[in-house]
């Protein structure tokens, strides 16, 4: 049975030399130089896809029946000012879905009323760029809405 060499022995004439470092190129981080060893590298999107299910979303509250109450006589005195010839400014809070996942988030939305369409169950609104764009939403995600025609109603 033989034995191993110690390497010490072996490698003695080079061992305690001084690391090379290159004059031409910048020494690299340690940070850089784990990179490219990092597990999952070479899977692309990997890190996306992770960070992806990282990502929290909300889900959509469902108004309580006052709460569906107040919205109803808010839409109708909103839909009364608007035959009238009137566009109020109002704000909505709104839910919006996400589109990779379930849930999504809870947005303000700003503007001049423009029309209510209980058809197609929309709100259009008038935002405040130049020149207006057209917000629409859903009336079935609108959570809140509060601005001057809410006054009279509380």
Known sequence: MSKEPDPRTVYADII??????????????????????????????????????????????????????RLDRIFRSLSARLSAGQQPEISALVFIPDTHKAGGCYEAAAGRAKRLDPVEKKLILLGSGTPPEEISLSLDRILDISGIITEDLD
């Open 16 to 69: 305690d030399l001084p690391h090379h470092q290159s004059a031409k190129r910048k020494h690299m981080s340690l940070h850089d130089r784990a990179a490219q060893f990092a597990p999952f590298a070479a899977l692309v999107g990997y890190d996306e896809m992770v960070d992806e299910e990282a990502r929290l979303t909300d889900r959509q509250i469902t108004p309580g029946e006052s709460d569906l109450d």
